[in-house]
Each structure stands twice: as C-alpha cells, then as structure tokens.
C-alpha cells in the first residue's frame, strides 16, 4: 500500500509565500513522475507542476515564474515552493504519484488533498 502525505497547507495573505511538502511511503517500486494539481472551488482539477525522475520539470501557465516544483529522490518526497502568491491560488492542492509496478504496469496514487488559502 502507497501513502502520500502532505503538509504546508494553510492561510496567507496575498503577496505571500507557502511551501507544500508530500511524503510517499510504502512498496513503491520504480517513481515515474511526481506532481502537484489543484482544484479551486467550484473548478475542475488542473495540473500545477510536475517533475519526473528524469526530464524537466512542467509548469501550468498560471504559476510560471512564482512556483517551483523540488524533489528528494531518497526521501521520495515532492516539494512546491509557492511565492506571491495570488487569491486566485486558493484551491485544494493535491500531490500525485505515477509509479511503474514491478511488471511494468504504471500505476497513479493520490495525497489527501491540503487547502490554500490566499486572502487579505
């Protein structure tokens, strides 16, 4: 069974700067690509970063130039570094995890979700 879990979530004003960590733990067996989506309220969900264990990092339009997206292979977590940010970053962030499986099949795992709030 895989975990994500995340953490960094919160409350700030516009302007202002959060950073989201999310954790994997359990039988994971080869990482593809690690990621952070979003979904505002009453939106869809939308990719913000993604970055892969080999490859560029990607980043939706809206966060180019204020968000980055970090990796600790051996600790097989994903970071999102978010600065100035706007109160159209308020959204529900959520960390996903591709993984190849032992037999090759890829497989998708979700963290819990954790809410941004951006407001003055």
């Known amino acids: 069974q895989v975990q994500l879990v995340e953490s960094g979530g919160g409350l700030v004003q516009p302007g202002g700067s959060l950073r989201l960590s999310c954790a994997a733990s359990?039988?994971?067996?080869?990482?593809?690509?690690m990621g952070w989506y979003r979904q505002p309220p009453g939106k869809q969900r939308e990719l913000v970063a993604v970055i892969p264990s080999a490859g560029s990092t990607n980043y939706a339009d809206s966060v180019k130039g204020r968000f980055t997206i970090s990796g600790d292979n051996a600790k097989n977590t994903v970071y999102l570094q978010m600065n100035s940010l706007k109160p159209e970053d308020t959204a529900v962030y959520y960390c996903?995890?591709?993984?190849?499986?032992?037999?090759?099949?890829?497989?998708?795992?979700w963290g819990q979700g954790t809410q941004v709030t951006v407001s003055s």
């Open positions: 359990g039988r994971i067996f080869s990482i593809y690509a």
């Open positions: 996903k995890l591709i993984a190849y499986r032992s037999s090759g099949s890829p497989v998708e795992y």
